[in-house]
């Protein structure tokens, strides 16, 4: 190690790298390495956290670390599988717990006085995602937080510096999760680190890997692929990157053109567009699966790509390699990480291009980085404010809030009849989610009321609580155009032109109310999402989900005022071919931020 840092070690957490991230923020290095990591190589480290992870820790085959670890005499965290995994390695029991727990929960302190709770009240949120629990405690530690859920929140044997809890420190969303870290970093002997700096130590490795080759980048106009091309040009020169914009045909209203004037006022010449929005319609003609859709799409980027590298002579035997604007949150849900469950595949992230990271032909400056970590290097790189905070837009654009289904999903499982009764009804289609480190592909419930869109506290905690309860769902909706549920009309659809159309409408005027109520830059992102049913045949749904966040590993809905939620959806319902609207209340976890 280059200085004594504090080790994660990787059981295949969904937040990992989170994990890395806020220890470097309080100033101390960190570094990743997978949960088999010998006790023999980290004997010098400072510190040692477990991450969590999408396995039960009773599974065959659940990732193991070395026990010698605890013999190393250097403070250890466990947090999620890394409390199940301590637990049941130094002769505690973990059991399947009765309730699972995804989202905010309250933990409470047990007046034990932990080191690491310093400075933390005797109660506060956290946030949870996991479905096993520590039944008996190891010999020699004592319990120190509990739960509704879950008695055993927390433990530890102080004496040994030895510390495991059930929540998740590293999410914003924990109150005092900074604490905790910060608690457990000041135990550490660990060197000092700086945060500041990112382009200069970022611009070195870019001339390491590119060597005497060109840049190939694909943009496509968000914040990513922006800073990345920028970044590119700063380092290497206008003349060895060249940037490629491809018009699939599922980009924002006048995308194109805004880009374009954008990238002229940065004075970006190097920029070519290409408009192979046809040839992407029609490899999704009668596509319904989402991962097939995401495939298809990365594979269209690759095919075009190469036709126009090959017309301008951009080729890899000529000596020019592939850029791109992925960052951490794709490549860690895409299950790039050897215990990491795959929650969806990013477009960037698809086979062909897979085989071409491992020949090295690939650069991708920002892969190590999270959203607002980007943002601060953009600032660094001297873009404009608006560009910067951009909201987040993903690389298969709409294609991934157009959902698509040749046939309604069947009401499957005993019970279900019971979801179906007053205010409450199953949507027809299923969407993607994350529980407990692992994807899941549920329904969603939407809830009716008299005053369509107003949300109730009642509502919102209702949010939260139905995913952990009921195995068949992942996303609770408020449906703001009805006031009482309707017998949904089901009319099988894949992505066409028209539909990609009518949901750029819908995305536009949230754009404008957006704006209008001076709500852009309070929101961190605002899928708009286009579901293949209505009141009436041929109808479609609209769905609302304004996303609270930093680093899209964990978010929240945003609460919309009640007055601007009624405007949009207003004129969304006044779009010809729209006839429903819905408001997606779901946090993430269990729900991710885009459907699919």
Known sequence: MAMKSIVILDFGGQYAHLIASRVRRLGVYSEIREAETPASELENSAGIIFSGGPQSVNEEGAPQGDPKIFELGIPVLGICYGLHWM??????????????EYGKVRVRGSGSGSGLFKNCPDEFTAWMSHGDEAAKLPEGFERIA??????????????????????????????????????FVGMCSADPWSVEGYADSIQEEIKSQVGDKKVFMLVSGGVDSTVAFTLLDKVLGADRVQGLLVDTGLMRKDE??????AFSDLSLPNLRVEDASEEFFANLKNVYDPEEKRKIIGQTFLDVQKRVSEEMDLTVESGWMLGQGTIYPDTIETGSTKHADKIKTHHNRVEAIAKMID??????????????????LGEELGLPHDLVWRHPFPGPGLGVRILCSEQEEAIEGQGSEKLIVNSEKLLPIKSVGVQGDGRTYRRALAVFSDNPCKISEELWKKSAEIPNKNQEINRVLKCTSHSDPVEFVFTPGFITRERADLLREADQIVYEEMHSDDLYEKIWQFPVVLLPFGEKSGQQS????????????????????????????????SLEGIDMVFYDLTSKPPGTIEWE
């Open 256 to 261: 194109v053109k805004n880009i374009q004037k």
């Open 146 to 183: 509990t739960s509704d859920s879950s008695e055993n929140s927390g433990f530890a044997d102080e004496e040994k510096k030895l510390f495991a809890i059930q929540f998740h420190p590293e999410v914003t969303h924990t109150e005092c999760g900074e604490t905790i870290l910060k608690n």
């Open 359 to 376: 020949q090295g032909l690939v650069i991708e400056p920002l892969k190590d980085l999270y959203k607002d970590e980007v943002r601060k």
């Open 87 to 100: 637990t049941a390695t130094l002769g505690g029991e973990v059991t399947s717990s009765g309730v699972k």
């Open 542 to 573: 609209v769905v609302l989900r304004p996303i609270e966040s930093t680093d899209a590993m964990t978010a929240n809905s945003a609460h919309l005022p009640e007055e601007v939620l009624k405007k949009m959806t207003d004129r969304i319902l």
